[in-house]
């Protein structure tokens, strides 16, 4: 049984990661993996919006860098993605991001609750002491319900994100979870498990095993990733990702070429 595709990694394109595509690439073959994906941080329609992801005039150089890997590693399969950030409004900006490569996959990810506030950014994480984590939640999943339902993602990102530095609400949650995970399930919207929840605050995978029975019970479809933002990340903490998603029932995971999901046993 061969490693489940890590799908989810960045580049240094993005301000806050290190390595080359190539680096990564020859660290997962080290690892045994036959197929990874680089989802780096896609641009914003306005390149100030926030420094930590790539310009619009970039995008062709990331493209290179990914297609540098492929050439110089056929062995291995290596796919080409985005991680796109989820704000209402941005619909029209993601579709014309779609058309501008041949892109394997798209990973919706929500990191902004408003215009201003990206809640993983440890920069402000004073913010989180100034609202109610229960309405974090509420909006967080809101937004995500909205994005798996835009038909815009085959993968929705970290999808318990709001819990990265270990703050949660004292109220129940399970209502988000049911209707994001409805509206993945309707959409055909596959999850990811995200070991970088791990190296967190949190110290736990996105997401945790409560989301995860629910997607199952509702069918939807996995995927995993490291979300590496160093050629050492890549794959880690696989293993743990892989036993948990056994342990809620899970036999199988999905992968991407050309935006078309296949399976593979897990
Ligand atoms: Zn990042
Ligand atoms: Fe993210
Ligand atoms: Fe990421
Ligand atoms: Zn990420």
Redesign the pocket.
């Known amino acids: 049984m061969s490693l489940p595709a890590d799908l989810h990694m960045h580049t240094p394109l993005c301000r806050h990661a290190v390595g080359e595509p190539v680096d990564y690439a020859q660290r997962a073959l080290d690892l045994g993996f036959t197929e990874i994906g680089f989802s780096d ?1 896609s641009p914003m329609p306005r390149d100030d919006f926030d420094n930590w992801r790539m310009q619009d005039r970039q995008l062709d150089d990331y493209v290179a860098k990914v297609r540098l890997a492929q050439q110089k590693f056929p062995q291995l399969t290596i796919r080409l993605a985005l ?1 796109v950030d989820y704000l209402p409004g941005h619909e029209d900006w993601i579709r014309s991001l779609a058309a501008r490569h041949p892109w394997d996959y798209f ?1 919706g ?1 929500v ?1 902004y609750v408003s215009e201003a506030w990206d809640i ?1 950014n440890p920069a402000k994480l004073s913010e989180w002491k100034k609202r109610d984590a229960y309405e974090v939640w509420q909006i967080y999943f809101d937004r995500l319900t909205l994005a798996a339902a835009s038909g815009l993602f085959d993968i929705i ?2 999808a318990d ?1 709001p819990k990265k530095f270990g703050i949660r609400p004292a109220q129940d949650c399970t209502p988000f979870y049911d209707k994001f995970l409805e509206a993945a399930a309707t959409a055909g919207c596959a999850i990811e498990l995200n070991t970088a929840g791990l190296r967190k605050p949190c110290e736990e995978i996105y997401p945790g095993r409560d989301l995860l029975e629910i997607a199952f019970n509702k069918h939807v479809p996995i995927t995993f990733g490291s ?1 590496a933002h160093a050629p050492t990340e890549v794959g880690m903490n696989f293993a743990q990702a892989i036993a948990l998603a056994r342990s809620v029932g899970y036999t199988e995971t999905v992968h991407y070429k050309l935006r078309q999901a296949e399976s593979a046993w897990l």
Do not use: K, N, Q, V
Request: no cysteine; aromatic share 0%.
């Open positions: 941080h991680e990973i990810s990191h993983d990102g970290h994100l979300d």
